[in-house]
C-alpha cells in the first residue's frame, strides 16, 4: 500500500501564501499522478490541481494563476504553493494519488492522505 502525509496548513490572512506538502512512502511502483483536492464544510471534495509523471498540469478554474503545483518523481512528493488566498479557498485539502504499488495491473490504487485544514479569514 501507499502511505500520503500531508504537511503545511494552517492559518492564514485573505491575500497571503500558504504552502502545501505532500511525502508518499510505502510499496510504490509507480505513482502515475499526484495531486490535491479539498472539501469545504458541507461540499463535496473537488479537484484543485493535480500533476503526471510526465509533467502535465490541470488546475480548477479557481484557482487558476494563483495556486501552482510541482512534483519531485525521485522521491514521490508533490507541494501547492497558494497565493492570493481568498476566504473561499478554506477548506480540508486532502492530498491525492493513483499509480501501482507493484508491476502489475492488480495493483492498481487511488490512494488519499489524510487531510490539512487550511483557513483563510476575510
Known amino acids: 500500500q501507499v502511505q500520503l502525509v500531508e504537511s503545511g496548513g494552517g492559518l492564514v490572512q485573505a491575500g497571503g501564501s500558504l504552502s502545501l506538502y505532500c511525502a508518499a512512502s510505502?510499496?510504490?511502483?509507480?505513482?502515475?499522478?499526484m495531486g490535491w483536492y479539498r472539501q469545504a464544510p458541507g461540499k463535496q471534495r473537488e479537484l484543485v490541481a493535480r500533476?503526471?509523471?510526465?509533467?502535465?498540469?490541470d488546475y480548477a478554474d479557481s484557482v487558476k494563476d494563483r495556486f501552482f503545483i510541482s512534483r519531485d518523481n525521485a522521491i514521490h512528493t508533490v507541494s501547492l504553493q497558494m497565493n492570493s488566498l481568498k476566504p473561499e479557498d478554506t477548506a480540508v485539502y486532502y492530498c491525492?494519488?493513483?499509480?501501482?504499488?507493484?508491476?502489475?495491473?492488480?495493483?492498481?490504487?487511488?490512494?488519499w492522505g489524510q487531510g490539512t485544514q487550511v483557513t483563510v479569514s476575510s
Open positions: 510505502g510499496s510504490i511502483f509507480t505513482l502515475n499522478a
Open positions: 491525492n494519488a493513483i499509480g501501482y504499488s507493484c508491476p502489475a495491473s492488480g495493483c492498481l490504487g487511488e490512494f
Open positions: 500533476t503526471t509523471s510526465g509533467g502535465s498540469t
